[in-house]
């Protein structure tokens, strides 16, 4: 061992000596990792030494003997040309396997051992021991203190760092060749320096991205970040007397950091001020503080009538992206920047650099059909395509229609390579699950589609040349937002999000996904105010009103999404022309033995669309889902066909017969009225319910089941034994199995034929009358894995009210019997409900106990808001409800409706984690402030 350590670790360069370069290049290697664990690069990494062609590449460490002499000079700090260029232009004997590097026994060890790496143990020792170049340039460059915050992670994609890797056995290999006869020596230091200047700059770029990264800015924010070299222009170290250091920003680049983090220091601290801000350009918030002091309430008076802006009258076409020409009205409801430039020209968020070259993944794909030529046509009338040239498209893609439901066609182009290149950022849309929160009983709707709602949406002209497809020969490209982009979603999501913030701060109750809007008010005269209000709105910012599909008379029922919502029953149903779909594809298929798996796809597909809608949609479609258990997911997979098993057939048999009560359910579940509590074993089985407690053995046959399938056994024996007479009520089923919770709550699964047999006889029990089941997790006495899990949490995701806080709120508005949504380490109350089971709760889940007549204290997850509101108003609860201050949220004009005092706003830090005491960072920095309301069913 000790043989192989001193040949790893050769004799120190002397000043005055002629340095080895084998020892130089190991420690650039060292260096150059240990940079690179320190700055932890989380972007892609540069391409420095593989990107370019003859003159950056570095050269073959097969054919060391090809090295030629080139007329070189010495790189010195004002040498315009860049290190790489002494690299040799050609490598004469590229692939002829006779010329390699020839080492005698002793080097090949060195060499090998060299190879295998050198760890950091003695590294700093070692590197202290080596003669300095007399130069600011020997060392690592400084990050300026000013531009530092936190630890900089950056993510190297695996093949980038391959190359990285490469480039250092190829700097190792170059070495054994110093000293070596045949070989130019000039040359040889020339290729070897090369080479370490391709890594310094590798590991430069790295660490600027880091830096830039720990800052919160983009590496964009910082032009030719990415680019340009060290100055190396020598500073004074502010931690070391008499040290020079270089620094890793030029002045140039330092200069813009020190900007961007001013604005950024500045807007934080604009949004740390303690007065609360009025909503963006809407008067409607009068407000009113009340003490200095932690967790104080601040009053939150509600006018009687929001006030309505004024808008600039604009006249433009009604071509593609015409937003821009409404920025102006644009800015009175948002000053959201990405927002802005989304109007003035979206710009696709690619994660690295955008192609520069010509990228034609259209693989011959260029249709020339009437369809298709009437498509192009009304395309280029609504100027939402141009004709473009082969030179100036840079990514050409193959393009397709798909039906709409009108029977025409959606233009859609195979941007699937494309995509694979964009940031697509995670977001969430509203839907039906929206409405079910927020719909009240006999409240009447109205809903508007607008048109071309993606076309309204600029791409800026720069990127123009990368949404580009053929079509009748000719190629053709994008100047608003296309179907089939990963990111229009967002963006459209994003822009009319503003939108739905200034109407609901007009305390208008909506909904909006992508281009279909539901308006919701308690009577048609309100709501035909409000839509004269939305469709002024839309109008002024420039949004076309798709007035054959829009649907302006009060309704009590109308159909949103797919599905039909009705008010006055309190009911979600499928559409009659679905059901007909429905019939007809099962119908088709139930003539056959086999179909094409698209057509089962196809039904499963149609079949999770009434989700909401159907109880039975998911417990009678498994068996027809694992039909496709199978099937290859692409297309040649769904072209092929399925053989059809009994049991699919006789769900398929279900839904051709089922009546039109299948396809109805309820908007809002009845309150939970009994609480069921089972187990099983091998023996037998038991229940107790009430003061009632039952059971019995199972048969020597059910004995040998599995112990999944006892259990959800014995919850069936339970509820028959039990509530065979009850109908039309909700029964919380308590079950220490997580898979019998699971398939209850999930009706059915495709994992078990037996627990899928057992959880469907359940269902068609249960729906036969009129029950509602919920299943919750509990922790048996015996079952310590459960228990353990009731105790232990994610500390980190828990938060209570501070003791002042909680004090004040107690004393305005009363005190309650119990906290609806808290544990036994941040309650309020000593009766409370949990999320999770827990040792000290009265009950799991608050939204499946029954909160009829109840006083609660309810500070649940800012997702929960409109289903809490809904079910205190439905159960004729009293809540002392705390809410994030959202106006721009769905659930605001509810807190506005049913709120009988409030709202009052929690300053000063109202919440702490209950284990660590520390701050909640949203509201130390501003970002987040708390609301306090009362809500009463008899308000509203």
Request: hydrophobic share 35%.
């Amino acid at each position: 061992m000790d043989s192989m350590n001193n040949s790893r670790s050769p004799s120190p360069l002397r000043a005055g000596v002629s340095s080895s370069s084998s020892s130089s290049g190991s420690s650039s290697s060292d260096d150059s990792s240990r940079n690179r664990r320190r700055s932890k690069p989380r972007i892609k990494a540069p391409r420095s030494y593989s990107s370019s062609k003859s003159a950056t590449r570095s050269p073959s460490p097969s054919h060391p003997s090809s090295i030629k002499t080139v007329p070189t000079a010495p790189v010195v700090r004002d040498d315009p040309r860049n290190p790489q260029d002494l690299l040799p232009t050609s490598l004469p004997g590229d692939g002829d396997d006779s010329k390699k590097i020839i080492l005698n026994e002793d080097e090949l060890v060195k060499f090998e051992l060299w190879a295998k790496g050198t760890s950091p143990s003695n590294r700093n020792e070692y590197f202290e021991k080596i003669a300095k170049v007399n130069s600011v340039a020997h060392r690592a460059p400084y990050l300026q203190r000013s531009l530092r915050q936190g630890e900089s992670v950056a993510k190297i994609k695996e093949q980038h760092m391959i190359e990285h890797h490469d480039l250092l056995y190829r700097m190792l290999t170059v070495a054994t060749l110093i000293g070596k006869d045949g070989h130019d020596q000039e040359q040889v230091k020339n290729c070897l320096g090369s080479l370490i200047s391709m890594g310094i700059h590798d590991v430069t770029i790295w660490r600027r991205w880091g830096a830039l990264d720990a800052l919160g800015f983009s590496k964009n924010a910082v032009p030719g970040s990415t680019s340009l070299l060290l100055d190396l222009k020598t500073h004074n170290n502010p931690l070391k007397d008499g040290d020079k250091i270089h620094h890793l920003f030029g002045p140039v680049s330092e200069e813009l950091i020190s900007d961007h983090i001013k604005r950024k220091d500045k807007d934080r601290k604009h949004r740390q001020k303690m007065e609360l801000m009025r909503p963006r350009s809407v008067e409607c918030l009068d407000l009113q503080y009340l003490s200095d002091s932690p967790g104080v309430l601040i009053e939150h008076k509600v006018p009687t009538q929001a006030k309505i802006l004024k808008f600039a009258k604009i006249d433009a076409s009604a071509g593609a992206g015409r937003l821009k020409n409404f920025i102006k009205n644009w800015r009175k409801i948002t000053t959201d920047p990405f927002v802005i430039r989304a109007l003035k020209g979206y710009r696709i968020p690619f994660l690295g650099s955008p192609p520069r070259r010509v990228h034609d993944v259209s693989r011959g794909t260029d249709p020339k059909t009437s369809e298709a030529e009437e498509e192009v046509k009304k395309l280029l009338e609504k100027k939402a395509i141009f004709e473009i040239s082969k030179r100036k498209s840079r990514w050409i893609s193959g393009m397709f229609f798909v039906p709409k439901k009108d029977g025409s066609l959606r233009p859609v182009i195979n941007l699937k390579g494309l995509n694979k290149r964009l940031q697509i950022p995670h977001f969430k849309m509203e839907g039906l699950l929206t409405v079910k929160d927020i719909l009240s009983k006999d409240s009447v709707m109205a809903k508007i589609d607008l048109k071309d709602a993606y076309f309204s949406i600029p791409i800026h002209k720069k990127h123009r040349k990368y949404l580009v497809f053929r079509a009748l020969g000719k190629l053709y490209a994008f100047r608003a937002l296309p179907f089939g982009l990963a990111t229009a979603p967002f963006v459209y999501t994003r822009v009319s999000k503003k939108v739905a913030a200034y109407l609901r701060s007009l305390g208008i109750r909506l909904v909006v996904y992508l281009d279909d809007w539901l308006i919701i008010a308690d009577s048609p005269k309100e709501l035909l105010k409000q839509l004269d209000c939305v469709k002024l709105t839309f109008q002024s910012l420039g949004l076309i009103i798709n007035w054959d599909k829009s649907d302006f008379t009060p309704r009590y029922e109308i159909e949103f999404l797919g599905l039909n919502l009705n008010s006055k029953n309190m009911t979600i149903s499928v559409p009659s022309k679905k059901i007909v779909k429905l019939k007809e594809m099962v119908k088709k298929v139930l003539l056959t033995d086999s179909a094409k798996a698209k057509i089962i796809a196809g039904i499963c597909g149609l079949l999770a669309s009434f989700k909401l809608a159907s109880e039975w949609s998911r417990l009678k479609a498994r068996n027809i889902q694992r039909l496709l258990k199978s099937v290859t997911r692409n297309a040649s997979g769904f072209n092929k066909s399925v053989v059809m098993t009994p049991e699919a057939k006789e769900e398929l048999a279900f839904w051709l017969a089922a009546p039109l009560n299948v396809f109805e359910n309820r908007l809002t579940e009845p309150p939970v009225s009994f609480v069921l509590r089972t187990d099983a074993s091998k023996e037998g089985w038991g229940y107790q319910t009430g003061s009632s407690a039952s059971g019995g053995r199972w048969t020597l046959t059910e004995s040998l089941l599995h112990i999944n399938v006892l259990e959800l056994k014995a919850i069936y024996l339970s509820l028959r034994c039990e509530f065979n007479e009850v109908r039309n009520t909700s029964i919380r089923i308590e079950s220490d199995n997580t898979t019998a919770v699971a398939f209850i709550n999930r009706r059915g699964g495709t994992r078990s034929r037996r627990l899928h047999a057992v959880a469907t006889d359940i269902w068609i029990w249960a729906l036969s009358r009129g029950l509602h089941l919920f299943a919750t997790h509990i922790a048996g006495k015996d079952n310590i894995d459960a228990d353990y899990e009731s105790r232990n949490f994610k500390e980190s995701c828990e938060w209570e009210l501070r003791s002042e806080a909680t004090a004040i709120i107690f004393k305005k508005f009363g005190y309650p019997s119990i906290d609806l949504f808290a544990s036994r380490a941040n309650s309020k109350c000593e009766t409370y409900f949990s999320w999770n089971p827990d040792p000290g709760a009265a009950g799991i889940n608050a939204f499946a106990q029954n909160w009829q007549g109840l006083f609660g204290l309810a500070f649940p997850p800012f997702n929960l808001v409109a289903r809490t509101i809904k079910k205190a108003v439905f159960e004729n609860a009293t809540v002392i409800l705390i809410a994030p201050r959202w106006e721009t949220a769905p659930f605001w004009p509810m807190l506005l409706k049913h709120s009988s005092q409030g709202p009052f706003i929690l300053d000063n830090d109202p919440i702490k984690n209950p284990f660590t005491d520390d701050s909640h960072p949203l509201c130390t920095s501003g970002r987040l402030q708390l609301s306090v309301w009362k809500i009463c069913s008899r308000y509203g």
